[in-house]
Each structure stands twice: as C-alpha cells, then as structure tokens.
C-alpha cells in the first residue's frame, strides 16, 4: 500500500469547543499524521468558491454562513489509504448515524456542524488541498 494524501479541515464548532487536540489524536491513533495545518478565518468569498458544488442547494447558504463564524483549522492529512482512513474515521455526516468512537459522535453538535469535513475522493483531495495551500506549504514537513 502506498502513502496518500488527504485534506482535513477541524469546522469552527469544533474550535471553538477546544476539541483540535481530541480531533487530531483520532488521525494520528489511527495511523495518519498530520504533515501540514494552518489556522484561518474563512473569507464569504473562501467558503462560497470551496462549497460551490453546494450552490444550488437550500443548505449553501447556512453553510458558508456557518464556515465563516469561527477560525478552522485546515489539514493535509498523510497515511497508508488516507482518504478511506480519514472517511472512517469522521463518520457518517449525520452525527446521529455514525458509529460509537468516530469523530462525529463524538464531537458533532448536529449535521450542519458536524466538526470536520474529509475529502471523498484522491481527486477532491488534489484539489482541496490546492484550494487552501500552496505547494512549498504541503511540501514542507513539520
């Protein structure tokens, strides 16, 4: 298996409750590491263009709305299956159906702030991470 990739961001809910360490010990007890992060404050303009598959539907709105009320603390996540690891290990959107010990159940306030967001796929994961960090910051290690 090969190393891969991930993008990760801690939601302002999240945050704001002081659950960044908790959140992070879950990746990294479960074999992914954290190999760039940085804090932001999501602009309108940032959300909206990273949500913008989302624009047509009732929730947008309130999503962006919800992005932009706290810092987040944006991840690129590395780990054998890292996509997949990082999927099981939010859970499912809903906090109410995702399994006991996942980051969802756990922390999750409800489905619009539900703590993290994981990218779905290698290329949502290419481009996510573009999205939010420029080459020389992924590169770099900690």
Same mark, same amino acid.
């Given at each position: 298996?090969?190393?891969?990739?991930?993008?990760?961001?801690?939601?302002?809910?999240?945050?704001?409750?002081?659950?960044?360490?908790?959140?992070?010990?879950?990746?990294? *007890? =479960?074999?992914?590491?954290?190999? #760039?992060?940085?804090? &932001?404050?999501?602009?309108?303009?940032?959300?909206?263009?990273? $949500?913008?598959?989302?624009?047509?539907?009732?929730?947008?709105?309130?999503?962006?709305?919800?992005?932009?009320?706290?810092?987040?603390?944006?991840?690129?996540?590395?780990?054998?299956?890292?996509?997949? *690891? =990082?999927?099981?290990?939010?859970? #499912?959107?809903?906090? &109410?159906?995702?399994?006991?010990?996942?980051?969802?159940?756990? $922390?999750?306030?409800?489905?619009?702030?539900?703590?993290?967001?994981?990218?779905?796929?290698?290329?949502?994961?290419?481009?996510?991470?573009?999205?939010?960090?420029?080459?020389?910051?992924?590169?770099?290690?900690?």
């Amino acid at each position: 298996m090969s190393i891969e990739k991930t993008f990760s961001i801690i939601k302002p809910n999240s945050t704001l409750d002081n659950n960044i360490g908790n959140i992070i010990a879950v990746f990294e *007890k =479960n074999g992914l590491r954290v190999s #760039a992060a940085k804090f &932001a404050k999501l602009s309108k303009e940032k959300a909206e263009g990273f $949500y913008i598959e989302h624009k047509e539907r009732p929730f947008f709105g309130e999503l962006v709305n919800f992005m932009t009320s706290g810092p987040v603390l944006l991840m690129v996540l590395e780990g054998e299956n890292a996509v997949a *690891k =990082n999927r099981e290990l939010m859970g #499912a959107t809903n906090p &109410a159906n995702a399994a006991e010990g996942t980051i969802r159940k756990l $922390y999750a306030k409800s489905v619009g702030e539900n703590s993290v967001h994981g990218s779905d796929s290698h290329a949502a994961a290419e481009r996510e991470i573009a999205y939010f960090f420029e080459r020389n910051e992924v590169v770099n290690r900690f």
